[in-house]
């Protein structure tokens, strides 16, 4: 089911977190650094390591969007990356100082959350940086986290045992204990479930504990009833704590890490465990799913992060069990789209899509066109946004069948470029990248970091042409 295809080693301490956004992979580590990688040839990116934390990097997380890279750490702060360039944007300091472990994005909202050793808990406006908010927890440090797909409302975990659920507005409003000997992760399907007994939408979710448990948990969250937290079943898979744990996108997969060494994926529809891999030598401490493709990405204290392909004739990602990603997305239901514009920072749009009962296929017919004269989306910058967003879809798909040639990757971010341009030192780069790394006051080559005898840029349409003529040979 699952083949492991790469290793990471670049890291000189313990891996502590990965994360994916749709093109990329960051992992941190307690040698201070986050690093990041180009999911085409999972080549390391040329900004990449990113330094600025004193101390070690707990854990990362990309924005919905995946323009955002937030870092946390013991140094007592959150910073925060552009994800295109590694510049530094911010850096977020925690009420008290406290050692900050654990952080993680609003799907719907420009929010982070950042929790601390004190059990604190900060709720910060990723555009304007201003803490917004802040509350604790009644007992240990606040080691988890993770948020709604509605944004609605978040989930910490404790060092205690307790899990709690918050409002967007910081207020409490329930707690459990749920795991004796501490909460170590817990995580969010985006994908609701129905409850066979009273047909309710509730939200599924994963938590992990030092207790060697997994816990699955069904929430609905309801103005006129409070919370509702039910216990649906718990794994007892692992032999030690299990320290990480994640769902696939579609809500299809479970993934656990363990102090036993060994990653479990499980089958949340039943519980049952699907494959145990054993490559890693020492603690796992993190796992993730990527996005939109059939990747997966496990780290550990012997500081390497292992890549598996999963199975594409398995469930998994939102896909069905034909082997070519375009066929998948084309079969892509009404919910699978919603949870796609979500993810993609496009959540003002799921009504319209949803009445317009748009699905995979539709999804990929959209043209400017179509956004305007059927869907009356009367802004062209959303238009814009929106076809955006659907071209990435469609290049992620070619790129999963087929590989993307090298040259037609521009070197700063690995995507193929749209608009090539022939820099001073002569190699092409997609002119948006190029000049943001131009505007940032650098004057070295972003491949040899020699100064540029000039900063003149030549469009190079020789390769665009050929870029053309490839994506017309992978469409037909």
Known sequence: MATLIHTLSDHSGDINCCAFSSTSLATCSSDKTVRVYSLRGLAELPFSPLRGHAYAV???????????????STDGTTALWDARDGRRLAVLGQPRL????????????????????????????????QLLGSG????????????????????????????????????????????????????????????????????????????NQIKLWLILVADFLGVELKHKYTLNGHSAPVLACAFSYDGQL???????????????????ALHTLSQHTRYVTTCAFAPHSHLL?????????????????????????????????????????????????????????????IDGKELLNLTKESLANELKIESLGLRSKVLQKIEELRMTMISVSVPVPDEFLCPITRELMKDPVIAADGYSYEREAVE????SKRR?????????????????????????RWLETQQK
């Open 436 to 439: 943001h790394w131009l505007s």
């Open 58 to 72: 707990h854990c990362c997380r990309f924005s919905p969007s995946g323009r955002l890279l937030a870092s946390c």
């Open 297 to 357: 990405a496990t780290g550990s204290m012997d500081k390497t992060v292992h890549i598996w392909q999963l199975d594409l004739k398995q469930p998994c990602a939102g896909s069905t069990a034909e082997s070519d990603s375009k066929v998948a997305v084309e079969d892509w239901s009404e919910d699978d789209v919603s949870a796609w514009l979500c993810a993609q920072d496009l959540a003002d749009f799921v009504g319209l899509f949803k009445m317009n009962n």
């Open 98 to 129: 406290s050692p900050v472990r654990v952080c993680g994005f609003c799907p719907r909202s420009a929010l982070l959350l950042a929790g601390a050793a004190d059990g604190g808990a900060a709720l910060w406006d990723t555009r304007s940086f």
């Open 136 to 211: 604790n927890v009644k007992d240990g440090s606040l080691v988890a986290c993770a948020f709604s797909p509605n944004g609605n409302f978040f989930v910490t975990g404790s060092s205690s045992g307790d899990l709690t659920i918050w409002d967007d507005k910081m207020r409490c409003l329930y707690n459990e204990k749920a795991h004796d000997l501490g909460v170590t992760c817990c995580d969010i399907s985006s994908h609701p479930v129905s409850d066979s007994e009273n047909g309710s939408k509730y939200f599924q979710m994963a938590s992990c504990g030092q207790d």
């Open 254 to 272: 479970l993934v656990s890490g363990s102090v036993d060494k060994c990653v479990i994926i499980y089958e949340t529809s039943t519980g049952n």
């Open 444 to 468: 070295s080559s972003p491949m040899t970091n020699l100064p540029l005898a000039s900063l003149a840029l030549t469009p190079n349409r020789t390769l665009k042409m050929a870029i053309s």
